[in-house]
């Protein structure tokens, strides 16, 4: 029997259902991501104080964008996916709406401490992602949405923990390639359902086959465009740090080229997101390491 026809819902069954909610693969990457920023942007003085204010108020913004995002496709998903938690019935949507604007809340009490423009990137990074949720998503946009709001991650990190250098502006067009990658590889899962829900999302409009494609050209492009930044001395780099991460990160792509791809099981494409995701963590944070401090 399923929970939805419940009239009364146990704990366990509330709490497992904002914890499928809260997404916690793809939040618990940016958090991942945020912390590492973080680090690398207060190395080697750490004020751990604002480093928590910082990821906590990161993963509040996180947590409502994963929250509302069930709760704007609340009606499609009792169609098409009906495992979700609010069809399930394990999450009314006004709870989920409610924890969605109240974490919201949260995200600002957090960054109120931190430098006024990490609040303004914050709100920023919001807009665009309740924009993402609010229909975007299932357009052509939405790859423009990740390549505008991922670069926003480190900037915020740096920013939040008060230290702001020519280099962090270098991110922004490595971060918008990794931020469109990671935007197709998390759309390949359901790239069939949401062609039959007439869904125009970037992925749906290149195919499976571009999507598989495209999303390794992207880590590939990402990881020249560093290699000539490093080479042009526009950002100067440790290359004993710096090789062997571009060396591990064009692996990533052979491995992602060569062990993945249209032909294989559906199941494979969410094993797949999750080696792009380390990919660009790996790419991110070894640069990142090789640059500062030279």
Avoid at 69 to 76: A, E, H, I, T, V
Avoid at 116 to 135: E, K, T
Avoid at 154 to 178: E, K, S
């Amino acid at each position: 029997m399923e929970i939805a026809s419940r009239k009364k819902r146990w704990l366990t069954d509330l709490l497992y259902g904002f914890f499928l909610l809260c997404h916690p693969g793809p939040v618990l990457f940016h958090i991942l991501a945020v912390t590492v920023f973080a680090l690398l942007a207060s190395w080697p003085h750490f004020v751990w104080s604002t480093l928590a204010l910082v990821v906590a108020a990161h993963a509040a913004m996180q947590l409502s964008i994963a929250v509302l995002n069930d709760y704007c496709d609340r009606q499609r998903d009792t169609v098409s996916k009906k495992h979700k938690p609010i069809p399930l019935g394990l999450v009314r949507p006004q709870e989920a709406l409610y924890t969605g604007l109240l974490l919201i809340v949260v995200m600002t009490v957090l960054l109120l401490p931190l430098p006024p423009p990490a609040l303004l990137i914050s709100l920023l990074y919001l807009a665009f992602g309740q924009g993402y949720n609010l229909g975007l998503k299932s357009t052509p946009l939405s790859g423009i949405v990740f390549a505008l709001a991922i670069p926003l991650i480190p900037v915020y990190a740096f920013v939040g923990v008060g230290r702001v250098t020519p280099f962090v502006f270098w991110l922004v067009p490595v971060a918008a390639l990794l931020g469109v990658a990671l935007n197709l590889a998390n759309s390949l899962p359901d790239i069939e359902e949401d062609t039959l829900s007439h869904a125009h999302t970037l992925a749906v409009v290149l195919g499976v086959k571009g999507t598989f494609i495209l999303s390794p050209l992207l880590l590939l492009l990402s990881a020249l465009l560093v290699g000539l930044l490093a080479l042009t001395q526009l950002v100067p780099a440790r290359l004993w740090i710096l090789l062997p991460t571009l060396v591990h990160v064009c692996a990533a792509v052979g491995v992602l080229l060569i062990a993945f791809g249209p032909q294989k099981p559906l199941q494979t494409r969410k094993t797949y997101f999750y080696v792009v995701v380390l990919t660009c963590l790996l790419l991110a944070g070894g640069w990142l390491t090789s640059a500062l401090g030279v």
